[in-house]
């Protein structure tokens, strides 16, 4: 019995380090995102800077597609929680929708040659980005309570 706690604990406190670790890369790309829109102007010295926003922002999201989701519905199934798993599929075609337009970003200023020719659009993509950034947030965050934060519960 102590045996099968420790390895449940073993296992969905791993889920945990993940989620933490993944929320920490968010908060991370957040801040970078602030202030790259808190500039008025861009030039062509703003490339790098812009580059490596891009790098975070795909890193994040390649996180929760192809780790933090396949974990959260190993535990939902661990756990037989049927209505964590249909939640799952329910959220899943939403957020895929955001990666698109999160990849379509990073394709216009993933190059220092891209973001030559669309610093003058920057800023409003970045405002466009935000919002689409903010309404995955939220989705993943009902993910994390409901396939994660329950289950956390139970284990305890």
Partial sequence: MLEGCKTAQERWGGVHDLIDRWLLLRRQLIEVGIALRARQEYTPT?????????????????????????????????FQDGSALNLLTLLLPEIDSTTQLVSEFYDRFDTQEHNLSQLEALPFSLQALSAIIAERFTLEDRLIKELHDVHREKNA
């Fill in 46 to 78: 703003d490339t790098a800077h812009i580059q490596a926003f891009c790098r975070q922002l795909i890193d994040y999201v390649s996180i929760g597609h192809f780790t933090v989701y396949e974990q959260l519905a190993l535990e939902a199934k661990e």
